[in-house]
């Protein structure tokens, strides 16, 4: 029969005997469903807001194109040359602290002084709505400011009061609805703060080495496209190779809000490709299960003559329809997800979404769905297709045992391989994605080899009294038996949500115990050379044996390594945050604390020749360097190049001053900079904080002060909501768990039914069996627990410890709420599903043994 027919013929007989509807494959659906709506919700949702971003990249940027400068403003030279091609808004932004005018009170904010010309698209929303002139004009002396609700709360304010910032005073007009161009800003620890750059200038905030942002936004012709905004880009970097400008375009305006959208997308993407993976055990029950209640037709159609391969060309061609009904049930979630969720994101990202459909995600979770599907079907098919008539006709179920023909074996890898390369290579970090994938493949594999072992261990325990609990373990390893399935399932899900609880749960400890315990207690920045010896008189005064450290500190940006521009060379995803803008740097004679030697030689405090530069390890090694090369640094407009001379181990978890480069004093001798300080009092009170940050503020103006625990609260709400969402993904995974578990069940029941009818034939009563069952349920649940337990906690430990490099410890509620949720899971549905078996009569069952 050539294989066009018998595709033909075998089509026929799955729509003739799928008109009985679905039974039995409910769970199959649902599982296909909602690992194919997961990954193809998350992917749709993540393209919804880079959409979003790239379509209002002029909004959100602020022009068509941005030159950004640290420390200084463009020089006259620079500023014509961009004048040249359109209109030009500029802008300036910093940190500093406001207070009331009577100094009772103050706090952190971001600066951001804007011209006329602000903003260049988009609107700045207010209320009242008021133009540039009346939000931020001087009258009688006193420049105009706006600010968004969150400061006029902080400081218990309204509209119309005044406060004060470096040494002006300046009156709050109006409340700030939206800012246009927030995103491309960055992520901000303070209430944002609005105000003219002439206000900016008579603050005497800016000073000589403060860490001044200044940004130029252009508005270009309508008709220039991105290849004209990268060739002015280039233009500018040949024409002021020394400007050291950070240059941005439309296309590119939030990078890090859009690297992180996806890169957390793709992580999210790996859990939903779990809980299908887990639901693919789900697929195999509901074959299995659907191929034993077929028993009759496939030993009817063996014994008519049909090959076997028909017959499973027949049952393949319904698994796929059953599981295109799956997919497409999961798709129609999964386009639906950027129209509800971008909603509901709005007030959290405060983005653009462009909710629509698109194809490439849902392409992308319909073949993920798919494959998952033949690799999970193909071996009950090929047990099938082996399995003769007669045996058909005499066996109770159908337990095949053994492995099916080498061809479905084969295909079965060459599938689970495909899978596994497309998970790796759809992601932008690789390496992350083989790990995920290699760590999901091994457990896969262990928790078979667990399932075997409890049953290993079950059928040579010795011989208890207890009726029931000798039930419960002859259950766990007689042929046929709901262990490996219970294991594989339940365990999958369980070590997913373990490992992701105590990841959360040590970050969480770190920042809210470890980091406040050991960070210091302030961070003082832009602390001018003229002021630093009265701010450490005064700081020692107030804080008594507190820990003062005080550094010199720059803002410069990596240019080149070896004279190599950095933005030629290929950078692995972890090295490349070093790259991305400007970093702080700073000079020293001798080593700084937290920090020790891992490769090279100090420099002697008298260096006087070529500049000589201490690049942080473990940074060093993600970025290729070594002992000898050259780094070319832009500060304050001019390229420096320094050789590495050492490697420093940095503890950077610490939080105390530490930088990626330490350059030899010599370096920057003569250039203009400020300070930056911390200051660490162990065992002080909220009170005695607030006293300092008071004084500090009072006699030192222009110096910012930054509370550690107030920026850890705003890190620990974030980790909050990225907790949030990640146990969102995980629970998808325990959902697809609960629901192969009920397959397992249901699966077992024909088997079930034939012990109970024959036990309570026997004698047996409903409480025995029933304590039998949940023994069984329980004993496979606690065992699945325990490897979940750790599993969980060895992938935590090392994505802690080895990636983050925190310390991990072994938090005990975590492993008690998992002991109890496998088993109420494993003895709550095993009950369900059992309670029914016993209520069968015994008659029918007894007439076909």
């Keep these: 029969m050539s294989l066009v027919r018998t595709l033909r013929l075998a089509t026929r007989f799955s729509l003739r005997e799928m008109r009985g509807g679905l039974s039995g494959f409910m769970i199959f659906l649902a599982c296909i469903a909602l690992g194919v709506a997961a990954i193809g919700g998350v992917n749709s949702l993540a393209r919804a807001i ?12 602020g022009g068509d194109i941005r030159f950004e400068l640290v420390h200084r403003e463009a020089t006259p030279e620079e500023r014509t040359f961009l004048e040249s091609y359109g209109a030009i808004a500029s802008s300036a932004k910093m940190r500093s602290m406001a207070r009331l005018p009577d100094g009772s009170d103050q706090t952190l904010v971001e600066v951001k002084a804007i011209d006329g010309l602000y903003p260049l698209y988009g609107a700045l929303d207010t209320s009242p709505q008021l133009d540039h002139e009346a939000l931020f004009s001087a009258r ?30 300046f009156e709050l007009r109006a409340v700030i609805e939206t ?9 901000g620890f303070a209430p944002r703060l609005m105000i003219s750059l002439d206000g900016l200038r008579v603050s005497g905030l800016m000073q000589p080495g403060s860490l001044v942002e200044h940004a130029y936004k252009l508005r270009l012709p309508a008709a220039t496209g991105e290849a004209g905004i990268q060739a002015l880009a280039a233009q500018a970097r040949e024409a002021f190779p020394e400007a050291g400008w950070s240059i941005r375009s439309r296309a590119n305006a939030a990078p890090a809000l859009s690297s ?16 299908l993976v887990v639901g693919g055990v789900g697929v195999a029950n509901a074959v299995r299960a659907y191929l034993d209640g077929k028993r009759g037709v496939i030993a009817t159609l063996k014994s008519l003559g049909a090959s076997s391969g028909l017959v499973f060309t027949v049952y ?14 999961g798709l129609v979630i999964a386009v639906a997800v950027p129209f509800f969720a971008g909603a509901a ?8 979404t462009e909710a629509a459909i698109y194809p490439g995600a849902l392409a992308i979770a319909a073949l993920f769905g798919l494959l998952v599907t033949l690799a999970f079907a193909l071996l009950p098919l090929g047990r099938a297709r082996a399995v003769p008539a007669t045996a058909l006709f ?26 596994a390369g497309l998970a790796v290579w759809y992601s932008t970090d690789r390496l992350l994605a083989a790990l995920f994938v290699g760590a999901t493949i091994v457990t896969f594999i262990v928790l078979r080899l667990v399932g075997m072992l409890v049953q290993a261990l079950a059928r040579r325990s010795p011989r208890v009294r207890s009726t029931a609990l000798r039930l419960a373990i002859g259950n766990i390893h007689r042929p046929g038996a709901l262990t490996p399935s219970v294991v594989l399932a339940l365990g999958l899900g369980l070590t997913l949500l373990v490992a992701l609880a ?9 920042i809210a115990g470890n980091l406040p315990e050991r960070a210091p207690n302030f961070f003082f920045v832009d602390i001018q050379n003229t002021e630093v010896d009265s701010f450490a008189e005064l700081v020692q005064a107030e804080a008594g044996d507190g820990k003062l450290i005080r550094v010199p500190m720059l803002r410069g940006r990596i240019m080149e390594f070896n004279g190599v521009d950095v933005q030629k060379i290929d950078v692995p995803p972890e090295g490349r945050w070093v790259l991305r803008g400007d970093r702080g740097i700073t000079y020293a004679k001798n080593i700084p604390e937290n920090s020790t030697l891992a490769e090279g030689d100090w420099w002697a405090p008298d260096h006087a020749g070529e500049p000589l530069v201490s690049f942080a390890a473990e940074e060093g090694r993600e970025l290729g360097l070594k002992l000898g090369d050259t780094i070319t640094v832009n500060v304050l407009g001019r390229n420096i190049t320094a050789r590495i001379a050492n490697f420093r181990n940095v503890e950077w978890e610490s939080l105390a001053i530490n930088f990626v480069m330490v350059f030899s004093p010599n370096t920057f001798a003569g250039a203009p900079h400020a300070w930056l300080a911390t200051l660490t009092t162990p065992d002080t009170s909220a009170q005695d904080e607030a006293r300092i940050l008071n004084a500090v503020t009072r006699a030192f103006p222009t110096v910012t002060t930054v509370r550690v625990k107030d920026a850890l609260d705003i890190v620990n709400r974030l980790v909050g909501q990225l907790a949030t969402a990640i146990r969102g993904a995980a629970a998808v995974a325990l959902i697809a768990s609960v629901l192969v578990l009920s397959g397992a069940l249901a699966a077992g029941n024909r088997a079930r039914i034939h012990d109970a009818v024959v036990l309570k034939t026997l004698g047996a009563t409903r409480r025995t069996l029933m304590t039998a069952f949940s023994l069984e349920y329980g004993l496979i649940g606690l065992s699945t627990a325990a490897f979940a337990l750790a599993a969980g906690g060895a992938a935590a430990w090392y994505v802690l410890s080895q990636i983050m490099g925190l310390p991990a410890i072994f938090m005990p509620e975590i492993a008690l709420s998992t002991i109890l949720i496998a088993l109420v899971l494993t003895v709550g549905f095993g009950l369900i599903g059992t309670w029914r078996v016993l209520g069968h009569k015994a008659a029918p069952v007894l007439r076909n043994l």
């Design 50 to 61: 880079t959409s979003g971003v790239a379509n209002e990249g002029q909004v959100l940027l």
């Design 140 to 169: 009688n002396g006193v420049h105009g400011a706006a600010a968004p609700a969150l400061l006029f709360e902080r400081l218990a304010l309204e509209p119309g009061a005044r406060l004060k910032l470096g040494n002006t005073e």
């Design 179 to 187: 800012e246009p161009d927030l995103v491309s800003d960055g992520f």
């Design 260 to 275: 992180n959208i996806t890169r957390f997308s793709q992580f999210l993407t790996l859990v939903g490709l779990t809980a």
């Design 316 to 329: 393949l061609v319904q698994i796929m329809i059953i599981a295109a009904l799956g997919i497409a049930a």
């Design 345 to 352: 994101l709005a007030t959290v990202l405060p983005v653009p």
């Design 394 to 419: 005499r066996e109770m179920g159908f337990e095949a045992r053994g492995l099916p023909a080498p061809a479905y074996l084969a295909a079965t890898l060459a599938i689970s391989a495909f899978l």
């Design 502 to 510: 105590l990841i959360d749960g040590n970050l969480r400890r770190q």
